[in-house]
Nanobody, 117 residues
Framework: QVQLVESGGGLVQPGGSLRLSCTASESLNDIYAMSWYRRAPGKHRVLVAVVTSGGSGTTTYEDSVKGRFTISGDNAQKTVYLQMNRLKPEDTGVYYC?????????WGQGTQVTVSS
């Protein structure tokens, strides 16, 4: 079955940048939306960013990341990215990618992002 593999997480100081990537094991034909979620220790999962139409449509962001994060997808409908700039300690958590098609949906394994001095 289709798997999503994430990369790009790590430890960064406040004000720094990271670029997360999430790549499907095969191209998907009709992606409705690509998303990134964050789960911080002791907190529920929150939706961070969404892009529709296989990565080229409407984007939506959590209020706390507006103006700092950018979500995008490639033309092959295989990879979704999250560019994170001016990172803050409250951005810390495990980030999960998600892709939804008309027939199914898929989750990445998660990648750790830690923002600390």
């Amino acid at each position: 079955q289709v798997q999503l593999v994430e990369s790009g997480g790590g430890l960064v100081q406040p004000g720094g940048s990271l670029r997360l990537s999430c790549t499907a094991s095969e191209s998907l034909n009709d992606i409705y939306a690509m998303s990134w979620y964050r789960r911080a220790p002791g907190k529920h999962r929150v939706l961070v960013a969404v892009v529709t139409s296989g990565g080229s449509g409407t984007t939506t962001y959590e209020d706390s990341v507006k103006g700092r994060f950018t979500i995008s997808g490639d033309n092959a409908q295989k990879t979704v990215y999250l560019q994170m700039n001016r990172l803050k300690p409250e951005d810390t958590g495990v980030y999960y990618c998600h892709m939804r098609t008309d027939d199914d949906d898929y989750w990445g394994q998660g990648t750790q992002v830690t923002v600390s001095s």
